[in-house]
């Protein structure tokens, strides 16, 4: 019976082939390839929940409008109507304040996906600098570069994509302006309920919408704000220890 020997790799002193580095070049490209594709289908994933959660939430205040008409029409605005209304519309809220944080959410593991992408670009270019002219998106960590990635131009003169304006057309925006309409709805019926007279109560509801609108605006931007200080951060401490990795004081 004869036995076979294992390999035990090429003797000492065997010349490397020629091609290994560039065998290894292509592997590492493979690599940060496959990373690169599962963020973008993550981020898409992640999109897609945003959209179908808007979504769901417009139609269930869709469907709240529809039966409160209804129950309107067969109780003629009495006490069945108000008692609906009372009823259905803090769920409908709960719904469109849930939908809001989420979209915040979102908001936030998308500024992640980006910046892991830039990384990868940065990757890309560490391999071959000359890849550089063929990039419209970011290739750094700096919120400048991940707002390139986002299509938008901060420095850019005109630009609305990253002003004050582009806040009011966002989605978490319109989510959190229909949460603040609702919660002013409630409250003026609450109010009427409370024999409250009708001018009364509808500056009770205006006032209500602007302190809700307000808080969910605030709410959003200091969750914003924190997400790019953590990005900050975070290049700061890779740049720390990259320095400290190099013997760099």
Known sequence: MSFERMPEGPPAGAAVPADASAAARALRVQMLATEHWSLLATRSLSWNEAFARAG????????????????????????????????ILPVVLFIGLATYVRLLEINNEDYVWVRGMNRLRGAYLEIDP???????????????????????????????????????VTTPTTIAFVDAM??????????????????????????????????????????????????????SGDNASSRADSGES
């Open 130 to 168: 000359g890849l550089a002219p063929y990039f419209v998106t970011g290739t750094t960590e700096d919120p400048d570069a991940i707002f390139m990635t986002f299509g938008s131009l901060p420095n850019t003169p005109g630009n609305m994509d990253t002003g004050v304006f582009h806040a009011f």
């Open 56 to 87: 769901m939430f417009l139609t269930l205040l869709s469907g709240a409008i529809v039966a409160l008409a209804l129950v309107a029409q067969a109780t003629s605005f009495r006490e069945g109507f108000v008692l609906f209304a009372l009823m």
């Open 182 to 235: 609702l919660a002013a709805v409630l409250a003026t019926i609450v109010a009427v309920q409370l024999q409250v007279a009708m001018l009364p109560a509808a500056g009770i509801g205006v006032a209500v919408f602007l302190v809700t609108f307000v808080a969910l605006g605030v709410f959003g931007y200091r969750n914003q704000v924190m997400a790019q200080i953590y990005t900050g951060a975070a290049v």
